[in-house]
């Protein structure tokens, strides 16, 4: 109860940090005096089109797409009761992913703007679904493995369409695009997912009593007026909001949700409901954290940051595994 | 004045009627335990009764109106339920775990209200948690688990508590002690359910006593007149022995059964 | 032992085995009779089989060529026969000689080879010079000497041409689309850009064969045009960063699709494709907005 506000204070004071330090991180280097001229001068100078026009956006995306996948672990390691849930693992990425390469590559992106963003969200709502339809009733062990299934049936389908799709790279190009990036990314991209992770995080934020009296199991929660039905379906439609149109922008970028949850919850008591903004805030420094070291590390091209995240990600799943393992019966 | 009424409650599983029209009621101020074999139905006709659980045909009423017509936190308010073993599956502070008990009152958003937090605190004090306010509730043992749930069910000031098998594992002392404060809400005129298997405790501090078995309720009235040996007979096919009534009641089960 | 000195030029390190091998093989060939049914595995070897033989002495080409964009390519494989490079295809259809190439059907050359069969493994050509002696080594080999002296002779006039009209001052250029990678220094790209009277930015930057550019060193680069491969037909994930505001604003008027296939294969049709990027150069320079 005491550290908490400490907590958010420190991780809002990092991303403003962070925020600004990425402004000034990227294969080329331009000087901070540029950097902060820019901000003054016209926008015609090359260094204000590098600084407002790809970094800025850059930075704004990686908050948003970060905070979203934070809240989206929080809140779906608190429904489930289990530290190992995260959007990747229940099917959302891939299942938007799955809907973003079928716009893309059936040239639905070019009828109109918003068509990926929507076809990963969709993607994303039928995998998740399917999940917790799958799952239902079965506990979290059971909300996991249907998971792993789902997200199983839809690489099959994101192959399956990659298979028919017309252009012959598409393959390659599907394969760095999953790979999830924040390169390159504007303003437009920024504008397209704004409302659909507002949206979708105060959906999930709003389940926060409920997830909170889910600590006492399925049975209490419901005695203490609970609707479960209706906080999965909320669960569900949010995730698949947020996570949904991050995905389909970003390409899938993992272990970021199931990484922040833990880094915050002992500083706030393990409830549920005090995790939500600090994991949302600890999302966005990682994932702006991440994205920053992509463009410092230089092995030929940019490294892609879902690589990144995974390749950090990973020991710290193996490392919740042998926890897990210990504390378990 | 709460009244809590069951009429004709019938719940089908897989093709068998697990509860077979029930009727019962309870009112302010009684103690109920609900005994009978393993599988007679006891911990579904409590999510019945509860509200947790939809009959298949038949209703339960709380003061005229059928349970289904109460909003959820409207009914969650004036009852609390306890299922069999509750858990706390995150390390979160007894206090924490106790003021859960009070989610049907909370505001959907903002920070815990500050009158609140007085309630809390009397009900730690109540059950004397006070020395564990701060320890993680997956480290208590199980009779301050208990403790702590109770706390919970009751911070909200409940008007029922149905509670199913609330002294299931717990040492004699927990169990008296856990009983004792029961039968005292009683006596402050709350309407108290829990199913229990320990006759004799049922014997002492029970005001009534509602029998199950294979589904149906087959006996229904007053702890002193209902429980008998030919009722545990019928009940759990044994013999038994009852002997005083009261504080002092004894049950026991014969050897040669 | 033309083909041999094409083969070392791309396999610049080139072992003494296979100098052997090559030279082996070579005789080989030159000992055997005309082929009179050739079918070729690999594209590159496609167009100048198609371009080298009448149809009624070519078994099958690649699917690739009867597919292609390029129409005058897809008209002359329409008339022969079509493989999807597997060893039965080639046991079945019997050709004289089959022609294949670094990296078509790995699996079904092995399989030739083990086997004994005619098969002559054509190297990649990404220089002028390297089309030429490929193109002659062929043409003897497929006994076509004078068609293949007249591909090149057309050849010749095309660069002799684009040397002549040269602009006076290079054009600087870089193939970005956004992948994050520009052809650099050895590519074919590289080639046809500098005989159409360009510069290649990215091979001054590094010697890499591609080079690694992303969007804030391509801008910090400033080549006066952005050429994007493109198959624009397609919908592709590729050509999503041209339509960042940034390059927008850049190079909104100052890029050109170049057609990708034809950037693939070195051949005599190679100077034809010069002849092209340079009217499109051209073109986009005389409307776009002066820096």
């Known amino acids: ?25 990227g294969r080329v280097w331009l000087p901070p005096g540029d950097v902060l001229r820019s901000f003054a001068s016209g926008n015609d100078e090359l260094a204000a089109i590098i600084v407002h026009e790809l970094r800025l956006p850059r930075a704004v995306l990686a908050v948003l797409v970060g905070a979203s996948l934070g809240v989206a672990g929080a809140v779906l390691q608190g429904f489930t009761r289990n530290p190992l849930a995260e959007p990747g693992l229940l099917g959302v990425a891939t299942g938007a992913s799955l809907g973003a390469v079928i716009s893309i590559y059936f040239g639905f992106t070019s009828v109109f703007a918003l068509a990926t963003p929507l076809a990963g969200l969709l993607g994303a709502l039928a995998a998740t679904a399917l999940t917790f339809a799958l799952g239902w009733g079965g506990g979290s062990l059971a909300l996991i493995l249907a998971g792993v299934a789902v997200s199983g049936l839809t690489a099959a389908l994101i192959s399956l369409s990659l298979n028919l799709a017309p252009n012959a790279n598409a393959a390659y190009e599907i394969m760095t695009w999953i790979m999830g990036s924040l390169a390159d990314r504007s303003w437009d991209h920024v504008w397209l997912v704004t409302p659909f992770i507002v949206v979708g995080v105060i959906a999930m934020a709003s389940t926060a009593r409920a997830l909170d009296a889910l600590s006492l199991g399925e049975t209490q929660a419901q005695s203490l007026g609970i609707h479960l039905t209706r906080t999965r379906l909320i669960i569900l439609l949010g995730t698949a909001t947020a996570v949904g149109a991050a995905t389909s922008v970003t390409g899938a970028i993992g272990f970021i949700g199931l990484v922040a949850p833990h880094l915050i919850r002992p500083w706030v008591g393990h409830q549920p409901s005090r995790i939500l903004l600090p994991a949302a805030l600890a999302g966005a420094v990682l994932l702006l954290g991440a994205d920053i070291a992509t463009r410092l590390i230089r092995f030929g091209p940019e490294l892609k940051l879902g690589v990144f995240t995974s390749l950090l990600g990973t020991p710290f799943f193996f490392w919740l595994v042998v926890k897990l393992r210990k504390t378990s019966p | ?26 009112q302010a101020g009684d103690f109920i335990a609900l005994i009978g074999a393993n599988g007679a139905g006891k911990s579904t006709l409590l999510s019945v009764l509860a509200g947790l659980l939809k009959p298949d045909s038949g209703q339960v009423t709380l003061d005229g109106r059928t349970l289904t017509e109460y909003r959820g936190t409207e009914l969650a308010k004036r009852r609390a339920f306890l299922p069999q073993n509750p858990r706390c599956e995150w390390p979160i502070s007894v206090e924490r775990l106790v003021a859960l008990g009070l989610t049907p009152s909370l505001p959907a958003i903002g920070t815990f209200p500050e009158d609140f937090r007085a309630k809390v605190n009397a009900t730690l004090t109540a059950f004397d948690l006070e020395a564990h306010r701060d320890q993680p509730a997956t480290t208590l043992s199980g009779g301050e688990l208990a403790r702590a749930m109770l706390a919970r069910a009751l911070v909200g000031d409940p008007h029922i508590l149905i509670a199913d098998e609330p002294v299931a594992g717990l040492d004699p002392r927990h169990t008296l002690d856990t009983v004792r404060r029961l039968r005292h809400l009683a006596g402050e005129g709350k309407l108290i ?8 405790l049922a014997a002492r501090f029970s005001t009534r006593i509602l029998a199950m078995k294979a589904g149906r309720l087959i006996a229904d009235g007053p702890t002193a007149e209902t429980m008998t040996s030919g009722l545990l007979r019928d009940v759990f096919d044994v013999d038994a022995c009852v002997s005083g009534t009261g504080d002092t009641a004894l049950v026991d089960f014969s050897a040669g059964s | 032992m033309l083909g041999c000195v094409a083969i070392s030029s791309y396999l610049t390190s080139l072992t003494v085995g296979i100098a052997v091998l090559c030279g082996a093989a070579i005789s080989a060939f030159a000992q055997s009779p005309i082929p009179r049914r050739v079918m070729t595995l690999n594209m590159c070897a496609d167009q100048l089989v198609l371009d080298l033989l009448p149809p009624e002495r070519i078994t099958s080409v690649t699917y690739i060529s009867h597919i292609a964009s390029d129409e005058n390519l897809a008209h002359l494989a329409g008339r022969v026969g079509i493989n999807y490079g597997m060893a039965e295809e080639v046991f079945a259809q019997s050709p004289d000689l089959v022609i294949g190439g670094d990296f078509s059907a790995p699996a079904t050359q ?3 080879k083990r086997a004994g069969y005619p098969l002559y493994e054509m190297a990649s050509a990404e220089k002028f010079e390297a089309i030429r002696e490929q193109t002659l080594f062929v043409g003897r080999l497929l006994g ?29 250029v870089v193939a970005w689309d956004g992948s994050g990678i520009a052809p650099g220094k050895g590519t074919l790209f590289n080639e046809i850009l500098n005989v159409a009277g360009g510069i290649n930015l990215a091979a001054e930057q590094s010697d890499a064969y591609m080079v690694a550019l992303d969007m804030e060193e391509l801008l910090v680069t400033n080549p006066d045009i952005l050429a994007y491969g493109a198959d624009l037909a397609m919908p592709s994930l590729r050509h999503e960063p041209l339509k960042h505001p940034a390059i927008q604003q850049r190079y909104g008027d100052r890029q050109i699709a170049y057609p990708e296939e034809q950037y693939v294969c070195g051949g005599p049709q190679s100077s034809r494709v010069a002849r092209d990027l340079r009217a499109a150069m051209l073109a986009v320079l005389a409307e776009a907005r002066p820096r």
């Open chain 2, 193 to 200: 359910i829990i199913s229990l298997h320990d006759l004799t």
């Open chain 2, 1 to 26: 004045m709460t009244r809590l009424e069951a009429s004709s409650v019938v719940v089908r599983r897989n093709g068998r009627n697990i509860v077979d029209l029930v009727s019962a009621k309870g």
């Open chain 1, 1 to 25: 109860m005491k550290s908490g506000p400490l907590v958010i204070l420190v991780l809002t004071l990092l991303l403003v940090l962070l925020f600004f330090i990425s402004l000034f991180s």
């Open chain 3, 110 to 112: 092995a399989i030739l």
């Open chain 3, 144 to 172: 076509a000497e004078t068609r293949a002296q007249e591909l090149v002779a057309e050849m010749e006039v095309d660069l002799a041409d684009l040397a002549r009209t040269r602009p006076a001052r290079p054009i600087s």
